[in-house]
T-cell receptor, first 111, second 114 residues
Framework: AQSVTQPDIHITVSEGASLELRCNYS??????LFWYVQSPGQGLQLLLK??????LVQGIKGFEAEFKRSQSSFNLRKPSVHWSDAAEYFC?????????FGAGTRLTVKP | DGGITQSPKYLFRKEGQNVTLSCEQN?????MYWYRQDPGQGLRLIYY???????QKGDIAEGYSVSREKKESFPLTVTSAQKNPTAFYLC?????????????FGEGSRLTVL
């Protein structure tokens, strides 16, 4: 069955430290890939997307993600986390008119 | 500014009552969606509409109903048949019906059943 997995439910990092959030998918072909961010009690905002081409994509707020076909992964990274990055992050995939979201990773930032 | 407006932001209802959540967009998007969000479960699709006067069930449509009489509006009714309606509901839209999957979200409505 097609699925999206975010292995980490909750991650805590110190402000200024680097961040990597993991996302894996199981699809027969390469889907469109997305990362969204959600602040508490708010809707989701698109951080970045991958459709094709360069496997390293840049997004808003200093985030980037790398698509690795061989690993069916689309991990989100940020070199230096800010306290305002504390939120929930969702990986999503779209294939053949079907959109699936991961369960989310909650990010806590320590001062 | 263009965007999606959901109302109300918070809603309380007694068991057995139907409630309607409003979703309006001024992005001129063709497609609109309703998602339900529960802690630790991500987003699950309730209903979607790719064009006016047409809509399809998503993964968890039971106990919900929608209408799409105008391009800008896609209200969701949570009926008394929905066994566990307490959740956070998100409305979204996209430029074309699921062509790329890039969604624009409203700020959500939190429904609590007392």
């Amino acid at each position: 069955a097609q699925s999206v997995t975010q292995p980490d439910i909750h991650i805590t990092v110190s402000e200024g430290a680097s961040l990597e959030l993991r996302c894996n998918y199981s699809y027969g072909a390469t889907p469109y890939l997305f990362w969204y961010v959600q602040s508490p009690g708010q809707g989701l905002q698109l951080l970045l997307k991958y459709f094709s081409g360069d496997t390293l994509v840049q997004g808003i707020k200093g985030f980037e993600a790398e698509f690795k076909r061989s690993q069916s992964s689309f991990n989100l990274r940020k070199p230096s986390v800010h306290w305002s990055d504390a939120a929930e992050y969702f990986c999503a995939v779209h294939y053949n008119n079907d959109m699936r979201f991961g369960a989310g990773t909650r990010l806590t930032v320590k001062p | 500014d263009g965007g999606i407006t959901q109302s109300p932001k918070y809603l309380f209802r007694k068991e057995g009552q139907n409630v309607t959540l409003s979703c309006e967009q001024n992005l001129n998007h063709d497609a609109m969606y309703w998602y339900r969000q529960d802690p630790g479960q991500g987003l699950r699709l309730i209903y979607y509409s790719q064009i006016v006067n047409d809509f399809q069930k998503g993964d968890i449509a039971e106990g919900y109903s929608v209408s799409r009489e105008k391009k800008e509006s896609f209200p969701l009714t949570v009926t008394s048949a929905q066994k566990n309606p307490t959740a956070f509901y998100l409305c979204a839209s996209s430029k074309t019906g699921g062509y790329t999957g890039e969604l624009f979200f409203g700020e959500g409505s939190r429904l609590t059943v007392l």
